[in-house]
């Protein structure tokens, strides 16, 4: 059997790829297509050549003994191993690798019999305990690799809802701060303006720790309702003036639509468009303006947040929105505030985009699905 596999080996590992690549849903590549076959077909013919020089020893150290070997890897083993690592790197799912061991040994079965080369019983022994013993240590680092790299992906995924969580509460409870400060230094009523900010600062935090709760318990998310943009920009605006004071900033709102209306979850909205607002004060320059306007375009809603920064470095609008940077004067790469405003967003089946205006500034524009209030009797 050695023999015909050396003598066949260019026409076996040709019939293996073939039947990788015809395989229903496989889309095998190249690379995939390259990989395995030959390596596996060389050792298996050195094996069968030591039985047959009854060179036990030999045969046992190439392939390992039935049922594999818990201490000492084959050379087998060692490189289906090996292989194992490479297969789920070259995006192989676990059925294809055993799959892809099983090809060879159908393509031997196969070509022996148009040949009429009869194999001995032991001969067929050793062709399955080879590939049991591939199989199983391809599989099995396969599987561990595979299991390292979910776990590696579930990290990071809790880490960044961790951090956006985090940061959502962190932007609430300073808000929430301002206005107490504001309220103290002004011994202003509760009941006012600055109150309603206060007021609705300590809903947004419950309503975050409510949807922390919502997601450790699996429960329903909150599907929204419908509402007026004219409203909901003015107050908006009522707490991000709060922050143009502190940073020596003008803020400046356009006139809405008063039958202007979206339907989202309002709380999650406002804390998404209070991103963009702070992140305007942060950057825009000193005793400029920051303009935040609302309108309808066709069948949507567009909201807008203009500063002066004085424009993005180039690549700077393809980093805006990528989380955990390390912020820098060139404003690519803000952190989380952009990526949890775009996140929310787009849970509310809408879009955050932004538009660089070179030497000026940038424009942030929320775009969500049009609805129009009923008019007053």
């Known amino acids: 059997m050695h023999r015909f596999l050396a003598n066949n080996r260019d026409e076996l590992i040709a019939r293996c790829k073939l039947k990788v690549a015809q395989r ?20 298996l013919t050195r094996t069968l050549a030591a039985e047959d020089d009854d060179r036990p020893e030999l045969s046992i150290r190439i392939s390992g003994p039935s049922g594999g070997d818990s201490l000492a890897l084959s050379e087998i083993g060692v490189s289906a191993t090996a292989h194992g690592k490479e297969l789920l790197h070259l995006g ?16 031997i079965t196969d070509l022996a019999f148009e040949r009429d080369a009869p194999f001995a019983v032991g001969e067929f022994r050793t062709l399955n305990r080879c590939l049991d013993n591939a199989i199983a240590d391809a599989v099995t680092e396969f599987s561990s690799q595979r299991d390292a790299q ?26 929430a701060t301002l206005a107490v400060r504001a309220l103290e230094l002004g011994n202003m009523a509760i009941g006012g303006a600055t ?42 605006g009522l707490a991000a003036r709060l ?33 963009l607002l702070q992140n305007a004060f942060k950057f825009t320059q000193p005793n400029s303006v920051v303009r935040l306007n609302a309108y309808a375009l066709g069948e949507q809603v567009l909201i807008d947040v203009e500063d002066h920064c004085g424009g993005l470095p180039p690549g700077g609008v393809a980093r805006m929105f990528v989380p955990f940077k390390d912020n820098d004067d060139s404003r690519a790469g803000l952190g989380l505030g952009l990526s949890i405003a775009r996140q929310s967003i787009q849970a509310e089946r809408g879009t ?26």
């Open 24 to 43: 229903p849903q496989r889309a095998a590549t190249e690379a995939q297509l390259a990989h395995g076959v030959p390596m596996f077909l060389d050792q």
């Open 92 to 107: 192989y799912t676990v059925d294809q690798v055993v799959h892809d061991y099983g090809d060879l040994c159908q393509a």
């Open 150 to 175: 979910i776990f590696s992906r579930q990290a990071a995924d809790e880490k960044q809802r961790l951090g956006f969580l985090v940061h959502e509460l962190r932007n609430s409870l300073g808000t």
């Open 195 to 236: 109150g309603a900010i206060l007021k609705r600062s300590l809903s947004t935090l419950g309503l975050l720790i409510g949807r922390a709760i919502a997601e450790v318990s699996n429960t329903g998310a909150d599907h929204g309702q419908t509402f007026s943009v004219a409203s909901f920009i003015s107050d908006a």
């Open 243 to 275: 922050d143009a004071n502190l940073s020596g900033s003008t803020l400046d709102i356009g006139a809405v639509d008063p039958l202007l209306a979206v339907r989202a979850n309002r709380e999650l909205l406002h804390a998404a468009l209070a991103n």
């Open 352 to 377: 955050l985009t932004v538009r660089d205006v070179p030497g000026t500034g940038c424009v942030f524009t929320i775009a969500l699905p049009r609805h129009t209030l009923a008019p007053s009797p």
